[in-house]
Structures are given as C-alpha cells and as structure tokens.
Nanobody
C-alpha cells in the first residue's frame, strides 16, 4: 500500500520559516520524481517545486530564492524548506510522487500552512 505522509505545516508569522516533510512508503522511492504542490481556497492546485531522483530541481517563479526542495533517498523522504514566508503562501501543501516513466502518481493528504500575523 502506497502512502505519502506530509508533516511540518502550521501557523507562522510573515517572514518566518517552516520545513515540510513527506515520508513515502510502498514505492521504490528512487523511481519517482517528488514534488510539492499547493492549493489555496478558491484556487487551483499549483506546482511549488519538484525534484528528480538525481537531485535536479525546478521551482515555481513565486518561490524561487525562498523555498528549497530536497530529498533523502535513504529515508524515502522529501523536504520543503520554506523561508521568508508571505501571507499569500497560505495553502494546503501536498506531496506528489510521480513515476519517472509517467505511468502512475500518488498524492498525500496535505498539510496546512498558514502565514498570518
């Protein structure tokens, strides 16, 4: 059974930091690109950052220079370090595992990030 379990969300003040984690089980982790997506109320889900099994990354323009995605293949875990958080970063953040052959993908349940003073 495949599971992606996100953690690390919460309430933070503008300018603060959070580190999200996504622990994967039931998959061959190295065969998957891992990504973080977010969805704010009333908006579509959007890509935040993605990382290949080899460590290549890409980021949405709105987080470049503030967020860093990383992965630990030995721990089957992907991280999202979020710095200089803004109120507009408030959203439900999801982890996604996307097979490198494009044949399947999996989503976590999401972790809430709220940026507010």
């Amino acid at each position: 059974q495949v599971q992606l379990v996100e953690s690390g969300g919460g309430l933070v003040q503008p300018g603060g930091s959070l580190r999200l984690s996504c622990a994967a089980s039931g998959i061959i982790f190295s065969a998957y690109r891992m990504g973080w997506y977010r969805q704010a109320p009333g908006k579509q889900r959007e890509l935040v950052a993605r990382i290949t099994s080899g460590g290549s990354t890409n980021y949405a323009d709105f987080v470049k220079g503030r967020f860093t995605i990383s992965r630990d293949n030995a721990k089957n875990t992907v991280y999202l370090q979020m710095n200089s958080l803004k109120p507009e970063d408030t959203a439900l953040y999801y982890c996604r595992a996307d097979h490198i052959a494009g044949v399947r993908d999996y989503w976590g349940q999401g972790t809430q990030v709220t940026v507010s003073s």
